[in-house]
C-alpha cells in the first residue's frame, strides 16, 4: 500500500505537489492565527497567582504568678525572682511572590494547567516576656525564607518551605543564634470537600527543635463552611458568613525558642552571657475575620491559653548536635488565662484569576497556613445575592457596553 | 516597637473606612457569577478540576482583550484627528478578530473537558447571569 502512494505521489506533477504545499500552509497559518491575533495585540496579564502579603499582628496575655511550691531548689530561686509572667509579641510577615512557572499540557492532557510559584518570605518578631522581678528584655526573631509551591495541575499540591531565622536579645549584648525551618508538605485534593496532606515539618512552634510529621485533613470547601485538622499547627471550624466576615473556632499552639541574655544573673552555674528562652501554649478561641476591601483585612482573636510553659536552657548543657534541648535549669507550667490577638493584612498587586481552581485555593491555604497569618483572605467566598445597584464603572469589564 | 500595637490599631481606624467606601462590585459580581455557572454546569469532580483553570484562563485573556480596547478609546481626547480615527478602526478590528479566536480556540478546548451539552448550558448561564447585572446597572440609572 505505501510503496503505492508514494508511486502515485511520484506520477503527481509538480503543479499538484505545489497546490498541496500552498492550501498546508493556508491551514497551518489558520492554526497559528487564534494565538497571533490576541499576541499582537500584546495586553499583559498578571504574573502570579500569588498576591504579595504584609501581615501584621499583635498579641497579649495577662499576668500571672509563677508557682514556687514543691519544685526544686533552683526552680524556687528563680520564681521568685521572676515573680509574675506575662506576654506581649508583635509579628511583621511578609510573603512575595517571585517567580511563576506554567506548563500547559497537549493531546489527551491538553486540560491539565501546571504552575509553580517561588515566593519569598520575611518574618520579624518581637517577644516581650514580661517578668515583673526582672528588668524588660525584648527578643527578637528574623528571618528570610524562600517557599517552592508545585501544582500539578491534577489532584495534588507540593509545599517546600525553608526559612532560616536569626533569634536575639536586643536589649542586652548576647550573642545572636542562626536556626533553620523548614516545611515539606504534600496535598492531596480528592474533591472541592476532602482534602489530605503528609509531610514533615522542622519546627519550634512548640517550644523546642522538633522534627514532627505533618498530617492534615480538611472536611468542606475552603470557600465556605470547612474543618481542618493540620497537624501539629492548627485544628480549626472555619465559618464564612459572607464575602466580608469569617469566623473561625480554632485551637492552634504558639511558641518558639529565643535568646535570652543573662544579664540579671539567672542562671548561676556558669556565666553565660546568653541562654535559651522557649515558650509554648495551646490557644483555644475564636477570631473574626474582616475583609475591608480587596487589599485589607484585618483581624480580632481572643480565647483561653492553656498548657502553658517556660523553659530555660543552658547552651551548654545541650548540645547542639542533639535533636532536641533535654537539660533546663528552669521550667514553669504558668495558669491558664485569656489572651487577645489583632492584626492588619494589605494584600498588594493583581494575581491571575484561579476561581474554583481548586489546586490554587489549597496552596493559598498551605501558603498561609505557615507563617503568614492571614487566613486565607485571598480565597474569595461568593455571597448568596447581587447588590442592589451598582455603578458601571466598577463592573465594566464583566459587560460590554454595547450590551444597553 | 513599643507602640507597634497602637500604631496597628491606628492604621485599621485610619485605613478602614477609607477603603471601604473605595471599594467597588467588581470581585463581589465576578464571584456570585462563578458560583452561578457552577451551579447550572453540575459539573463532576474531575470536570471541575479541569474546567476551572481553562475557563479562568479563558476569561482572563478575553477581559484583558476589551480592557485595552476601552483604554485606549479613554486616551483620546473627543476629537481626534485621522490617524488615531484610524488606529482606533484597525484595532477594534483587530479586538474582534482576537475575541473570536479566543472563543474558538477555548471552546474547543472546554468542548473536550464539558462536553457540547454544557458547553450549551455554559452560555445560556452566561447569557442569563449578564441579563441579571444589566437589570442592576440599569435600575440605577434610571
Known amino acids: 500500500m505505501l510503496r503505492e502512494k508514494v508511486i502515485n505521489l511520484e506520477g503527481c506533477s509538480y503543479k499538484t505537489i505545489g497546490l498541496l504545499v500552498l492550501l498546508s500552509s493556508v491551514f497551518l497559518c489558520k492554526q497559528a492565527k487564534a494565538q497571533s491575533s490576541y ?4 495586553v499583559k496579564l498578571p504574573k502570579h497567582y500569588f498576591n504579595t502579603i504584609i501581615e501584621m499582628d499583635g498579641y497579649n496575655k495577662p499576668s500571672v504568678s509563677l508557682d514556687t511550691t514543691g519544685r526544686r531548689e533552683l526552680n524556687q530561686k528563680i520564681d521568685a525572682h521572676l515573680k509574675n509572667y506575662a506576654v506581649k509579641q508583635f509579628n511583621l510577615s511578609f510573603c512575595i511572590p517571585l517567580i511563576t512557572k506554567e506548563k500547559k499540557g497537549s493531546g489527551a492532557d491538553s486540560a491539565i494547567i501546571e504552575n509553580s510559584h517561588l515566593l519569598l518570605t520575611g518574618n520579624f518578631f518581637s517577644l516581650k516576656p514580661v517578668f515583673e522581678g526582672l528588668s524588660q528584655h525584648t527578643l527578637t526573631k528574623r528571618g528570610i525564607g ?31 543564634y542562626m536556626r533553620l525551618s523548614g516545611t515539606v508538605v504534600y496535598s492531596h ?6 482534602n489530605w496532606r503528609i509531610g514533615a515539618t522542622k519546627s519550634f512552634m512548640w517550644g523546642n527543635r522538633l522534627y514532627l510529621p505533618f498530617i492534615g485533613l480538611r472536611f468542606g470547601r475552603l470557600d465556605k463552611i470547612n474543618f481542618s485538622f493540620q497537624f501539629p499547627r492548627r485544628v480549626s471550624l472555619n465559618i464564612p458568613f459572607n464575602p466580608k466576615i ?14 535570652f541574655s543573662n544579664h540579671d544573673t539567672l542562671y548561676p552555674k556558669f556565666a553565660e552571657a546568653t541562654f535559651h528562652f522557649t515558650r509554648y501554649e495551646i490557644n483555644t478561641g475564636l477570631r473574626f475575620d474582616f475583609k475591608l476591601s480587596s487589599h485589607f483585612n484585618f483581624f480580632v482573636s481572643g480565647g483561653i491559653s492553656s498548657k502553658n510553659n517556660i523553659t530555660f536552657y543552658s547552651d551548654r548543657a545541650n548540645n547542639r548536635t542533639n535533636v532536641f534541648y533535654r ?16 492584626g492588619l493584612v494589605i494584600k498588594l498587586g493583581k494575581t491571575r484569576s484561579y476561581y474554583n481552581n481548586r489546586n490554587i485555593y489549597d496552596a493559598i491555604d498551605l501558603n498561609s497556613g505557615t507563617d503568614i497569618n492571614d487566613n486565607n483572605s485571598q480565597i474569595p467566598v461568593p455571597s448568596k445575592k447581587l447588590p442592589k445597584s451598582t455603578n458601571l464603572q466598577s463592573i465594566e469589564d464583566l459587560i460590554d457596553f454595547t450590551e444597553f | 516597637m513599643k507602640h507597634a500595637g497602637k500604631i496597628l490599631i491606628l492604621l485599621v481606624l485610619i485605613f478602614g473606612p477609607v477603603v471601604l467606601l473605595a471599594q467597588n462590585d ?19 469532580t474531575s470536570e471541575s478540576e479541569k474546567f476551572w483553570p481553562v475557563y479562568n484562563e479563558y476569561n482572563e485573556k478575553l477581559r484583558a482583550v476589551k480592557k485595552n480596547l476601552r483604554q485606549s478609546y479613554k486616551r483620546k481626547p473627543d476629537i481626534i484627528s485621522d490617524a488615531d480615527a484610524e488606529e482606533l478602526f484597525k484595532l477594534e478590528a483587530q479586538t474582534k478578530q482576537a475575541e473570536l479566536d479566543l472563543y474558538k480556540q477555548y471552546s474547543e478546548r472546554l468542548k473536550q473537558i464539558v462536553g457540547v451539552k454544557k ?23 434610571d
Open chain 1, 39 to 42: 499576541d499582537s495585540l500584546n
Open chain 1, 146 to 176: 524562600l517557599r517552592y509551591i508545585y501544582n500539578t495541575g491534577k489532584k495534588g499540591v507540593w509545599f517546600f518551605d525553608a526559612a532560616p531565622f536569626v533569634t536575639r536579645d536586643i536589649t542586652y549584648r548576647s550573642r545572636p
Open chain 1, 189 to 194: 485534593n480528592v474533591s472541592d470537600n476532602f
Open chain 1, 246 to 259: 469569617r469566623m473561625s473556632l480554632y485551637s492552634q499552639p504558639q511558641g518558639g525558642m529565643f535568646n
Open chain 1, 327 to 342: 537539660t533546663y535549669f528552669y521550667s514553669a507550667s504558668p495558669v491558664p488565662t485569656y489572651y487577645v490577638q489583632y
Open chain 2, 26 to 44: 467588581k470581585e463581589k459580581i465576578e464571584a456570585l457569577r462563578v458560583a452561578f455557572i457552577n451551579k447550572k454546569l453540575e459539573l463532576s
Open chain 2, 119 to 141: 458547553m450549551v448550558i455554559l452560555h445560556l448561564a452566561e447569557e442569563e447571569f449578564r441579563q441579571k447585572v444589566l437589570e442592576i446597572v440599569k435600575g440605577k440609572s
